[in-house]
């Protein structure tokens, strides 16, 4: 079976654009979340979802951050405006269960760059 | 905000030498995981420890939970060239956290030269 995939695996826009990132979970995984790696740094929480309830957006830094899950499957993480200080690794990860001691499965990211 | 504080922040050894690197939090987590992330690649979990003095043990890798279950380390015995990367530590739970999100620290760069 295939591993969670992204794309774009590299992206590389001008300021003030808009960029969506896309992710695609592992079949049957309930739980998507979306993480941002800042270069030499960890790993920041931007938002959770998990089936079909309201998802966990917390971490989102900015309203110009946005992102969608249509049920149990593909996930768009939409940054409008894009800022320099937005360039990062966009890492999604899926999970089979949303707590207790469940293994994230990460995809290897987007790496978006802001000129 | 609980925050996972990881120690050191890099490390370069030579191949063959041990190490040991500490994840420290002031809260406590219901449980706690040890990833490792190569350049280009997304995070590959190592472990996952939920008692309180857990010690698990992965070929040349020793991990402990503390009692308190606030702070964890990985323990490397000789390590290898392919060894080298990022470890992250991450947790649940935890004072304001939550039962699915996952806190990471900022990692342990390590670099094992041949």
């Known amino acids: 079976g295939a591993g969670v995939s992204q794309s774009p695996s590299n992206k590389v826009t001008e300021k003030g654009k808009d960029v969506e990132l896309r992710c695609d979970p592992i079949?049957?995984?309930?739980?998507l979340y979306w993480y941002r790696q800042r270069l030499g740094q960890g790993l920041e929480f931007l938002i959770y979802f998990q089936g079909n309830s309201a998802p966990d957006k917390s971490g989102l830094p900015s309203d110009r951050f946005s992102a969608e899950r249509t049920g149990e499957s593909v996930s768009t993480l939409t940054i409008q405006r894009t800022q320099q200080e937005d360039s990062a690794v966009y890492l999604c990860a899926s999970s089979l269960y949303s707590g207790g001691a469940g293994e994230l499965f990460f995809g290897e990211g987007s790496r978006l760059t802001v000129l | 905000t609980q925050l996972l504080e990881q120690s050191p922040q890099f490390l370069s050894i030579q191949e063959g030498e041990n190490l040991t690197v500490y994840c420290n939090s002031s809260?406590?987590?219901?449980?706690l995981q040890w990833y490792r992330q190569e350049p280009g690649e997304g995070p590959v979990l190592l472990v996952t420890?939920?008692?309180?003095?857990e010690v698990k043990k992965l070929k040349r890798l020793t991990f402990q939970f503390g009692d308190a279950r606030k702070d964890s380390s990985l323990h490397i015995t000789a390590a290898q060239p392919g060894d080298t990367g990022l470890y992250l530590c991450?947790?649940?739970?935890?004072?304001?956290?939550?039962?699915?999100?996952?806190?990471f620290g900022k990692g342990t760069l390590l670099t094992v030269n041949p």
């Open positions: 420890v939920v008692t309180g003095g």
């Open positions: 079949s049957g995984h309930t739980a």
């Open positions: 809260s406590v987590f219901s449980s």
């Open positions: 991450a947790a649940r739970g935890g004072s304001g956290g939550s039962n699915y999100k996952l806190t």
